[in-house]
Structures are given as structure tokens and as C-alpha cells.
């Protein structure tokens, strides 16, 4: 018997997340019967989707969603063996039971000195968004100027890293000095801080005078309607998130990009990464590729603690991350 520790979302949230919003439950989980293993925790991931994903597939009452990284302690599976690491879709919960079904056995040839707990980020979902945006969305091509937004975060990170690689000029926007600082020293061509300069408009101008041909956008509302009208013709736009948007308790109102994408013949496309679940293998692979080549870097936010999970979401929803959000028990 094991005693496990899981966060409950006791309340929808109502605009930002509050702490009375979360529960925390603590209960004796049975042995693993034939065929099951048991998991513990070892990182857990908070990601921005967790906010609108809440309101449309949760119930109060329920284990909030989540991706970690955790280590099998009993085993009646042999696909799975005491000691090794599973990415598993288990939620916030320090242990779990799992007949293996929803388990990704982290690749056999990871590095020894990279840490697992990049399977939650750039050699994990994020960095997969990233590729698939890329790759399968916009279909970047050499010599184009690329715009990003949330630049600094999980996501962003890779997108302007992998735009470099295929050897683009790459415009980030981040929400401090600090961040900007960090995206520079990735090798961003044009980095600015969205929240202090005068005028966003001017900012996207200076920076790619020559408009943008692919906009990776993470953020929606305001900036994307100061974007758009920066794009060049035919200007293809991957819509991944739309962070500034997943507080609202009321959605806001337009202005409406229609005109916009009528006369630069825009083509904008929301996507999801698992639409390209097929690809995942050979993709972590030439993620974990470049990361050993050097050509692509990552950085983490950790807090310590499960406790702490509720505190590291909503930071991470206020931008306190550079680079991925990770929980390490
Ligand atoms: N479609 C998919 O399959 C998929 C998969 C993964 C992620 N996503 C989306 O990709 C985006 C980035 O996700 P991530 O995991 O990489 O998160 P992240 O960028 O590591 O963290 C979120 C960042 O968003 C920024 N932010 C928060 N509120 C904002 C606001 N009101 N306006 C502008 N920026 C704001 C903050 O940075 P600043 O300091 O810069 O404001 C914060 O650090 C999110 O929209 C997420 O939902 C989509």
C-alpha cells in the first residue's frame, strides 16, 4: 500500500486561478494487480492548456489533467520494469496505478547527462508543438522572417531555435528584459518586450521591415490583431494558443481579422500537436538530435515540491517561466 497525493480541482476557475480552487487529496492506492505497475512521481509538467481544458473536459471533483515523468516502483508488467521512467498522462498525482495503455517508455537511447525531465519539454510535447507548427503548418522555408510570440516559453523557445536551424530570421516577443535578454543568447535576430515598448505595431515594424511570412502565434487577442496586419502577402499564420485569452470569464470582442486576411490572403490555421501523433518517435529523436549537436537549447523553470503544483500553474500563467515549467517532487 502506498499513500498518494493527488490535486483535485475542487472549483472551476473563475478568471485566474485562485488556490481555493484546488484540493488537495491524500488516499491509500491497492498493489498493482496482473498486468499493472505502480508509478511514482518524479516531474510534472504544468502547461497552459491545462486552463481551457479544465472548463471543457473537467468535472469539479476531478484529478486535474497532466503529463509527468515517473518512475515505475512495482511492476506485474514486464513491458515496463521496476527502475525505469514512463511518461505517463496520469494528472497531478504523486502515484498512480496504470495497465501501461496510456505509458510512453522514454526513448532507449536518451542521454545519460540530459534530464528526464525534458520529456516534458523540448524533447516532449512542447517541442513536438513546436516542430509540427513548423513543419506541417507553415511549412517554413529558408530565408523567410518568422514572428513568435510567448518567445520565451516552452514552446517558443523551440519554434524560434528550429526557425534558425532551417535558417530564417526569427522576431520573438516576451513579457520581460529578462526573457528578451535569453532569447538574444538564442540567437533570435529581433527580440523585444511586448510590455514596455511604446507601441507593438512599431515594434513588430522595426523589427522585420519587410513584414513576416509565418507567425507562430501562442498569444491571440491584442497582438494578433497588431500582427496580422504585418504579415506579408500570402502570409501563413499557425495558431497554437491563445494564452492572453484563457482567463477571460467573458470572451472579448473583436476587431475582426477578416479584412485583413482577405486582402493579404492570409492563411491561418489552428492546429494540435497530436494530429501528428504518428510522427512522435522519429520526431523526439531529431529533437534529442539537435539538442546533442548543440543547435537547440533549453532551459527549465523548476519549483520544488508537489505541493507547490497549483502555485507553479498559475505563475506560469503569469509568465513567471523562462523556458519550460517543470514541478519536481
Ligand atoms: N496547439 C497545441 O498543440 C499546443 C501545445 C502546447 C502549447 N500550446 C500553446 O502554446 C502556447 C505556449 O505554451 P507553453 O507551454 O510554451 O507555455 P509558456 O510559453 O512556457 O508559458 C506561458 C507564457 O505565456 C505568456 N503569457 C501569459 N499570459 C500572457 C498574456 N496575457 N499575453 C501574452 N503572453 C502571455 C507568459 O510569458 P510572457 O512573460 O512572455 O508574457 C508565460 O510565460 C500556449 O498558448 C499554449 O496553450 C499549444
Redesign the pocket.
Known sequence: MVQAKSWILAKHFNGFPKDSDFHLKVEELPEPKDGEVLLEAVFLSV???M??FSRVHMKEGDVMIGTQVAKVIQSKNPAFPVGSHVVSHSGWRTHAVSDGKDLTTIMSDWAPDVSLSLALGTIG??G???L??IEEVLGLQKNETLLV??????????VGQIAKIKGCKVVG????DA?VAYLTELGFDEAF???TVPSLEEALKKAAPEGYDCFF???????STVALPQMKNFGRIA?????????DSTPQIGPYPHLTMIFKQLRME??????WEHKHPESLKRLMAWLKEGKLKSRE?ITKGFENMPAAFMG??????????IVAV
Open positions: 502547461d497552459p492548456y486552463r481551457p510535447m512542447p513536438l508543438t513546436a509540427y507548427g510570440n510567448a518567445a520565451a516559453g516552452a514552446v517558443g523557445t523551440v516577443s516576451a513579457g520581460s526573457k518586450n511586448y510590455k502565434e501562442n498569444v491571440g487577442g491584442h497582438f495558431v497554437c494558443g491563445s494564452i492572453s485569452t484563457y482567463n489552428g492546429f494540435m500537436q497530436n494530429r523553470h506560469l500563467l503569469q509568465g513567471e517561466n523562462i523556458g519550460k515549467a
